[in-house]
């Protein structure tokens, strides 16, 4: 079962929240689950682990060598600020019913710090609040993503508080529509079973926006780029996608069979698009990568993330092999047509990729897997609500980015002085120097 189908029925959080509808009173109690709450406590652990260390190392070997600890800063500091801001009204704005209008786009503020969860408060058939800490790893690693496409020239203070209002008015109306109870994208049936649009297009968009507004690296396209210690993007990489089984595998909120469906999808997806884009490499360009081959695991767990609940081990193997070739193409010959400088390129990896992985899923879809069918089971119609969630996230995350991004440019400024970036943000926004590489 699915995050947006488990708020959807009455044995969900469905009878938490405020707003919810009288008759769900009259359904059964929910009972607590010690396996599920086990899986749920395990998966949370694996998923903020995807961010530290495992984001962290991942875009900070990307970088030149004066900007690593500059973008771990980065990715540290907004793990807690972030954890801070779901805890008060994150949470609540995102997993609650709201009312009037505006319901289907946002909560309401019943569960403001968490109150009426207490001790023994459930959510299905685990406690509320192992429900709402599995969430905050996901409200945490979705703006941090947006760094990697700014990086190297965004001031700190302006960056963190670009993703503390950036997680309020966009990923929390974003994770509402799509899992939240009576959310409008919910309700139009878009699949995404663990984050394709809410995670990943969600956060690509945002980082597109930015890398244009903060304008190209000083010395792009002449300057030496090159990642300072692919050992650790590896590490990082590595460290993604064992996390990753806690992002996809847990977000079937129960230790069942969704879950071993979820997480056969989710490796063999990966090793897929390894392959997938390292002989694409190999062909094109003589030489298989190791960076090639870590940016294939991450496109392919990016494109499996949506449809890992609703796909049998075929549309997984076609949607990771598909991703591996779409994100090469979208880091490559995308990037290179419209010529824009996305540092880390989160859009042609999470953008891309998203964007294959939820229009595959409204594809291969099966109804013995996740309740839904795709194209293959006759339903073409899914392709079209696949769509229509992938419209509405792009506009919405690009529209309120922008806005966002162009109030902190005309109040703190968005980008650091010429000279601050030529020294490195390391020194020039933290006062620190990175003595040893591995």
């Given at each position: ?16 929240v ?23 406590l ?14 962290a ?27 801070v ?34 001790l ?23 703006p ?13 203070s ?5 993703l ?6 966009v ?15 919910a309700?139009?049936?878009?699949l ?47 460290l ?14 129960t230790?069942g ?9 989710t ?9 997938s ?9 003589g ?35 598909a991703?591996?070739v ?10 290179g047509?419209?010529k824009?400088?996305d540092a ?28 839904h ?10 392709l ?33 002085s010429?000279?601050?970036e ?17």
């Amino acid at each position: 079962m699915s995050k947006r189908s488990i708020l959807a029925v009455p044995a969900g959080l469905g009878l938490l929240v405020a707003g919810a509808a009288p008759a769900l009173a009259q359904t059964a109690a929910p009972t607590l689950n010690s396996g599920d709450t086990a899986w749920m406590l395990t998966s949370s652990v694996l998923v903020l682990m995807m961010t530290v260390p495992g984001l962290a190392l991942y875009y900070g070997g990307l970088l030149r060598r004066k900007n690593i600890l500059a973008m771990l800063m980065q990715c540290f500091f907004a793990t807690a600020l972030i954890s801070v801001l779901w805890v008060i009204v994150g949470y609540s704005l995102a997993f609650t019913a709201g009312s009037g209008p505006s319901a289907p786009f946002i909560g309401g503020f019943s569960r403001v710090m968490l109150n009426g969860t207490g001790l023994n408060g459930l959510s299905g058939t685990i406690p509320e609040t192992v429900f709402a800490m599995f969430q905050c790893t996901f409200a945490i690693i979705t703006p941090v993503l947006i760094l990697g496409g700014p990086a190297d020239r965004l001031k700190f203070s302006s960056s963190m508080v670009f993703l503390g209002i950036w997680l309020l008015a966009v990923y929390a109306p974003i994770a509402h529509m799509v899992w939240g109870p009576g959310g409008f994208l919910a309700n139009a049936g878009v699949l995404d079973f663990a984050g394709g649009t809410v995670v990943h297009i969600n956060s690509a968009v945002a980082g597109l926006v930015a890398a244009i507004m903060v304008g190209k690296r000083t010395g792009y396209g002449r300057d030496n780029m090159a990642p300072a210690d692919l050992g650790y993007t590896m590490l990082g990489g590595a460290l993604l996608w064992v996390g990753w089984f806690g992002f996809n595998a847990g977000s079937a909120l129960t230790s069942g069979g969704q879950a071993g469906m979820a997480m056969i999808n989710t490796h063999l997806a990966t090793s897929a698009a390894v392959v997938s884009w390292t002989l694409t490499e190999w062909m094109l360009k003589g030489k298989p990568s190791l960076l090639g081959a870590v940016s294939g695991a991450v496109a392919g767990l990016v494109a499996i993330t949506p449809a890992c609940g609703f796909v049998g081990v075929s549309g997984a193997l076609v949607i990771g092999l598909a991703a591996g070739v779409v994100c090469y193409w979208g880091v490559t010959g995308f990037k290179g047509m419209f010529k824009y400088d996305d540092a880390l390129d989160v859009w042609g990896v999470h953008g891309l990729g998203g964007i294959c992985g939820a229009m595959l899923t409204g594809v291969f879809a099966l109804t013995e897997v996740g309740g839904h069918a795709g194209l293959i089971e006759g339903n073409a119609h899914q392709l079209l609500i696949q769509a229509e969630g992938i419209v509405v996230t792009i506009l919405y995350s690009g529209i309120v980015s922008f806005i966002i991004l162009k109030l902190i440019d005309l109040t703190m400024g968005l980008r650091v002085s010429k000279e601050e970036e030529i020294e490195g943000l390391d020194i020039s926004q933290h006062g620190e120097v990175l003595q040893h590489l591995t």
